[in-house]
């Protein structure tokens, strides 16, 4: 690694809108590149130090400005709902995508909550269960089949999808986008519509 490599990796993620593919060792090659300045710094003379220290300073700039391009397209992927991408991201990077798609969803569901009521219900379940080092773990796969009783505008679920529902539907939602549904009389749960209906006959 040295500050022509960076310089080259800065210039292909500043000119592409996607993520770029960084070489499996990067974060280990500028680690040994920037110890080797400094220990090149530790023995120069005072014409030759003041050379190394402004590589050093160049190296970390360049280094900063490919992280912070790096991370805003990563907070624009985890916001739009998509998967992580299967390559291009460092463990690290992997992280940040994760720990912001969770909060993004979280966000989405007590804004939801907010709109359709039942906003205690939507604080409680989006997440339960979760922790920021686990993976969205069997809760968030909890699915309940509704009957929808009125036409509503469409909504983002709790699991990132885009619902468009109409009066009379029949879907599986969300638990969480499920129970709010109900709460605010929108929407009953299909086992509970049946014994209504076979009750009145």
Not at 11 to 19: F, G, H, I, M, V
Not at 60 to 86: H, N, T
Not at 154 to 172: H, L, N, P, S
Request: glycine share 6%; charged share 40%; hydrophobic share 35%.
């Amino acid at each position: 690694m040295d500050v022509e490599k960076l310089w080259e990796v800065l210039y292909k993620e500043r000119n592409t809108a996607s993520l770029q593919e960084l070489p499996e060792r990067f974060c280990e090659d500028v680690r040994r590149y920037i110890s080797r300045l400094e220990a090149e710094k530790a023995e120069a003379d005072d014409t030759r130090r003041s050379f190394v220290e402004d590589e050093i300073r160049n190296a970390r700039m360049k280094v900063e400005d490919i992280m912070r391009r790096r991370i805003g397209k990563i907070i624009k992927l985890a916001s739009s709902g998509m998967d992580a991408p299967s390559r291009g991201m460092l463990p690290e990077e992997r992280e940040i995508f994760q720990a912001v798609k969770r909060q993004v969803e979280e966000g989405k569901a007590k804004i939801f909550a907010s709109i359709f009521g039942g906003s205690q219900s939507a604080k409680s379940e989006p997440e339960a269960g979760v922790s920021e080092e686990d993976e969205p773990g069997e809760e968030d796969n909890k699915y309940e089949l509704v009957r929808i009783l009125d036409n509503i505008p469409a909504f983002v679920g709790t699991d990132g999808r885009v619902y468009k529902v109409g009066k009379e539907d029949v879907i599986m939602l969300p638990r969480t986008n499920a129970e709010v549904l109900c709460n605010r009389g929108v929407a009953m749960r299909f086992e509970a519509y049946k014994k209504r209906g076979e009750g009145t006959r």
